[in-house]
């Protein structure tokens, strides 16, 4: 069975970074062949999508909110997608999940349905 496992998150000061990883688990399953997300859900809020990348890493789709400060890449030898968060903001506190689409898409959607989720890391952005 497919797990994946986020880490990284943490308490950072406004306009600090942090780095999320997400790692996946299975027999037989490499992220290579999947489009991956990252999405959060703030107290309160519903969980919102930030954004993804396909399985070949040709593409990206970034929720508008995040745009020029939060990117995304995978290391496919390591089974592993990151998120690099940059200036951060206290408005981007939440638990960040990490979702798998399993197949090979020329694109990503945030809207798509995905496969496997993350258990979520908690990111806390306060001075």
């Known amino acids: 069975q497919l797990q994946l496992v986020e880490s990284g998150g943490g308490l950072v000061q406004p306009g600090g970074s942090l780095r999320l990883s997400c790692a996946a688990s299975?027999?037989?399953?490499?992220?290579?062949?999947?489009?991956i997300g990252w999405f959060r859900q703030a107290p309160g809020k519903e969980r919102e999508g930030v954004l993804c990348i396909s399985f070949s890493g040709g593409s990206t789709n970034y929720a508008d909110s995040v745009k020029g400060r939060f990117t995304i890449s995978r290391d496919n030898a390591k089974n592993t997608v990151y998120l690099q968060m940059n200036s951060l903001k206290p408005e981007d506190t939440a638990i960040y999940y990490c979702a798998a689409k399993l197949g090979m898409f020329s694109t990503c959607q945030l809207s798509d349905g995905y496969d496997y989720w993350g258990q979520g890391t908690q990111v806390t952005v306060s001075s």
């Open positions: 299975a027999s037989g399953f490499t992220v290579r062949y999947a489009n």
